[in-house]
C-alpha cells in the first residue's frame, strides 16, 4: 500500500497551481487587450479587468483589415484551416500507404528505403526550403492552396510512427486474410486501417497543429493579401512604426481567435489522442 504524505501531496498539487497559471495567465492578458481600446492596452499598468469593447473588436478584425493586413481575419482562417486539413491529411495519406508498403510488400532494398526516408528528420526546413520554393514557383504554384500543402505533406515522423505500429499486428491477420482471399487493397481497408483509428486520430491532432503553426513556408510563397494565412497575418498587424501606431487591441483579438481552431481539435480528439499515443508506444 502506498503512504500517502501530506507534505508530497501539497508539493504536487502547488507544483501543478504553479504550472496552469503560467500557461493560463498569457492567455488571460491577451483575452483581457483583446476587449479593451488600443489607448488602453497602453496604460502602465494595463487593467487586468476584461473591457466592454469585445465585440466591436472582434467584429472589426473578422470581417475588416486590420494595418498591413488588408484581409479581414475571417479570410485568414479560411485559409489557414484549408492549409492545415490539407497538411495533416496529406501527410496522414501519404504516411500510412508508405508504411503499409514498407511492412508488408516484399521488395528489395525496402528497409534501405524506409531509412532513407527517416535520415530526412535530420535535414533542417531551411536546407530544403529555397530549392523548395524554385520547384514551387516553376510550377506556377504561388499563391495557390496546392503551393501551401502539397510540398509539406511528406512526414517521415508519420511514417515512422505507422511503420511501428504495423509491425505489432499479428502476422496470422495477414495469413488468414490471404486464406479468405482478400488481396493488399483489401486486407488495407478492412483490417489495416480500422486498427490504425487512434493513431490516425493522434497524427491528425498534431499535424492539425503543425499546419496551422506554419509561418515560414507562407511567408515565402503568398504574395496576395487574400491567401494569407492567420498565423502570418498577426504579424503583419504589428506597425514597424513602433507600439503606438499598432492597434494592440485588434492584434490580442486576432491572437484570440488564431487559437480557437488547434484548441477546438485538442478538445474534441484529446480521448482518441492520448489513447493513440498509448497504442503507438506499445
Known amino acids: 500500500m502506498v503512504e500517502r504524505r501530506p507534505f508530497l501531496d501539497f508539493l ?3 507544483v501543478l497551481i504553479l504550472g496552469i497559471v503560467v500557461v493560463v495567465f498569457p492567455v488571460y492578458l491577451t483575452f483581457v487587450a483583446s476587449t479593451l481600446t488600443a489607448e488602453e492596452v497602453l496604460d502602465a499598468p494595463m487593467t487586468l479587468i476584461p473591457g466592454s469593447h469585445l465585440i466591436d473588436n472582434y467584429r472589426t478584425v473578422l470581417f475588416q483589415g486590420v494595418g498591413e493586413a488588408a484581409s479581414p481575419v475571417s479570410t485568414m482562417m479560411k485559409n489557414s484551416l484549408i492549409m492545415a486539413l490539407g497538411i495533416a491529411l496529406g501527410k496522414i495519406a501519404i504516411s500510412i500507404i508508405s508504411a503499409f508498403a514498407i511492412v508488408y510488400f516484399r521488395f ?10 527517416f535520415i530526412t528528420l535530420m535535414l533542417p526546413v531551411e536546407v530544403r526550403i529555397l530549392p523548395t520554393y524554385k520547384v514551387v514557383s516553376d510550377l506556377g504554384l504561388l499563391d495557390s492552396y496546392f503551393g501551401l500543402t502539397v510540398p509539406i505533406i511528406a512526414s517521415a515522423t508519420a511514417t515512422f510512427l505507422f511503420r511501428q505500429f504495423f509491425l505489432t499486428i499479428p502476422d496470422e491477420l495477414a495469413e488468414a486474410a490471404r486464406i479468405d482471399g482478400a488481396g493488399p ?14 493513431s490516425i486520430a493522434a497524427l491528425f491532432v498534431i499535424q492539425f497543429i503543425y499546419g496551422w503553426n506554419q509561418y515560414l513556408w507562407p511567408l515565402l510563397i503568398t504574395t496576395q493579401k487574400s491567401m494569407t494565412p492567420v498565423v502570418v497575418g498577426v504579424t503583419q498587424m504589428i506597425s514597424r512604426s513602433g507600439d503606438a501606431a499598432t492597434d494592440w487591441n485588434l492584434v490580442m483579438a486576432t491572437v484570440m481567435l488564431a487559437m480557437v481552431p488547434p484548441a477546438v481539435v485538442v478538445v474534441l480528439m484529446q480521448k482518441w489522442f492520448v489513447k493513440g499515443l498509448v497504442e503507438t508506444e506499445k
Do not use: E, G, M
Request: glycine share 0%; aromatic share 22%; charged share 20%.
Open 185 to 198: 487493397l483489401r486486407f488495407f481497408w478492412d483490417v489495416v486501417l480500422p486498427l490504425s483509428r487512434t
Open 12 to 14: 504536487t498539487h502547488a
Open 108 to 117: 528489395p532494398l525496402r528497409k534501405t528505403f524506409f531509412w532513407l526516408i
